[in-house]
């Protein structure tokens, strides 16, 4: 959430960000669906990546935590490395998915340029 608020932060200052910025608020006013389902998507995103970072802690904590000599017997740390590519597999096809529709909605989007231009 800090890092998609750095990014707009600094993207305020260019044109390409004003023209972004008024994209949006054109968007949103055409068609407000679409600029939902665009913030909707990026909020997802970034909700993956710290899901992603949460899960790659936790992993870190474990595997520095697990004894060496028993480290293959360790059935937590084994169910974690489960769960953690389970996980990962997960977000990656959801993040393959929104990707599709992140390019749907931008061509979309893309129709209402020259008014923000």
Do not use: H, M, W
């Not at 600029?35 to 520095?64: A, F, M, P, T």
Request: glycine letters at 2%; charged letters at 25%.
């Amino acid at each position: 959430e800090i890092a998609a608020q750095c990014t707009i932060i600094n993207f305020i200052v260019t044109p390409i960000g004003l023209e972004e910025q008024i994209l949006a608020r054109v968007v949103n006013v055409e068609k407000p669906e679409l600029e939902q389902q665009k913030q909707d998507l990026v909020r997802k995103q970034n909700e993956y990546k710290v899901v992603l970072s949460r899960l790659e802690d936790e992993l870190l904590g474990q595997l520095s935590a697990a004894d060496p000599s028993t480290i293959l017997e360790n059935l937590p740390l084994i169910e974690g490395l489960e769960k953690t590519k389970a996980t990962s597999k997960d977000i990656t096809i959801q993040v393959a998915s929104a990707q599709a529709t992140e390019i749907d909605i931008n061509i979309s989007r893309e129709l209402y340029r020259p008014v923000a231009a």
